[in-house]
């Protein structure tokens, strides 16, 4: 079985929820300090009477007293972990919202700002790996939100949940066991140590197993620190991951089928929708995240971040029968009416339905909070 790097499988609901464990800048504020309970340590016998069990067999793996104790010390187990790992859901977004999420105006000005600031690493990181910069930028764009969304839930606490759990004991054992290591490496002390409720961390989002076999220290200064402000060592460690995973060196991911486009396989994602050509560096992409959306969502940001311009091809009408400017115009319009919907993308998400259905209820029409055609000509 081919692994990816995220491994569990978080997938798409992990990169359009744009982050597990909220804001975060990678500084040295506490973990804690920002999580519902729901993910902050409770007591459980069962979990104590594992993590005794554990420590044996991590002992007998090669990981010292004096970790275990340091990592243990403020470790915990975490009841929203499970919750998270057992209602994760599948979402059924189209082709065009991901890529409005991936590409928006937001992520698109952020990543330009984050190239520039950055650019220096950023090229020395390419020329050092073969990897396109704008091609590492747009996967931390779209795994942090460029830094800012790392997650801070513990991972020793994350991790050990899960594998208590037992759904899926065996990988997140592993995963726990993996970081163990790390900190005894010296890589990152366990209160800095944070993610995603499934353990994914720092600016890149790597597993622990991943961070062990990819990560790199291209500061120099002995650590492989994947969340530090400094992003220099993840998005080495990304480039790295890609290139060993077969990144061709001066090849592009691919385009928009047309004049321009790299000699490569055609895809068409959706009926009716853009065509895309895509090469080798694609299938690549998609070793970090399984999904034709998410690689064709990192070409696409990574094109934009570079001064590229939108896609040409239109999607046909979703299946409400509204094109993408109609649903933007939809959510301008209830906004206008004081129904605010977060935004104006086009992209029909909570927000957008909790507006449709206000409006709905303030004229005395069945509540569906579903948009339609009838509803934008009603709004005028």
Not at 12 to 40: E, I, Y
Request: proline residues 5%; aromatic residues 8%; charged residues 20%.
């Amino acid at each position: 079985m081919t692994v990816s790097r995220r491994g569990f499988g978080a997938g798409l609901t992990a990169f359009l929820l744009a982050g597990c464990g909220g804001a975060r800048s990678g500084g040295g504020a506490s973990p804690a300090a920002g999580l519902p309970d729901d993910l902050r340590p409770v007591r459980n016998a069962g979990y104590d009477a594992w993590v005794a069990g554990f420590r044996s067999r991590a002992a007998g793996s090669g990981i010292s007293q004096a970790t275990l104790d340091a990592a243990f010390g403020g470790a915990g187990y975490l009841p929203g972990v499970v919750t998270r790992d057992r209602n994760q859901t599948e979402f059924k977004r189209t082709l065009e919202d991901y890529l409005s999420i991936a590409a928006s105006d937001e992520r698109i000005a952020k990543g330009r700002a984050a190239f520039a600031r950055h650019a220096g690493v950023l090229r020395a990181v390419e020329a050092q790996y073969g990897v396109d910069a704008h091609i590492v930028t747009a996967i931390w764009g779209l795994e942090s939100f460029y830094g800012e969304r790392q997650g801070e839930i513990p991972v020793v606490s994350a991790t050990s949940t899960l594998a208590y759990d037992g759904r899926r004991g065996a990988f997140f054992e592993a995963q726990l066991l993996a970081a163990l290591r790390i900190l005894q490496r010296g890589d990152i002390t366990p209160a800095r140590m944070t993610g995603s409720w499934a353990g994914a961390m720092g600016h890149t989002q790597f597993i622990p197993t991943t961070f062990q076999e990819y990560a790199v220290d291209f500061t120099g200064d002995g650590r492989r620190d994947i969340w530090a402000a400094d992003p220099s060592d993840a998005l080495a460690s990304t480039a790295a991951y890609l290139s060993r995973h077969g990144w061709q060196r001066g090849l592009r991911w691919g385009a928009e089928a047309g004049a321009g486009a790299p000699a490569g396989r055609s895809l068409q994602p959706e009926p009716g929708g853009p065509v895309f050509s895509v090469t080798s560096n694609f299938n690549t992409i998609k070793r970090y995240n399984n999904s034709d959306a998410y690689a064709l969502g990192v070409g696409h940001l990574a094109d934009r971040i570079a001064g590229g311009g939108p896609l040409r091809a239109s999607f046909p009408p979703d299946r409400y029968g509204l094109t993408k400017d109609n649903r933007i115009r939809l959510q301008e319009r209830l906004t206008a009416r004081g129904f605010d919907t977060g935004g104006a993308d086009g992209v029909i998400g909570d927000n957008t339905r909790a507006a449709i259905e206000a409006f709905q209820r303030s004229r005395g029409l069945p509540v569906t909070g579903l948009p339609s055609p009838e509803l934008l000509r009603l709004l005028g």
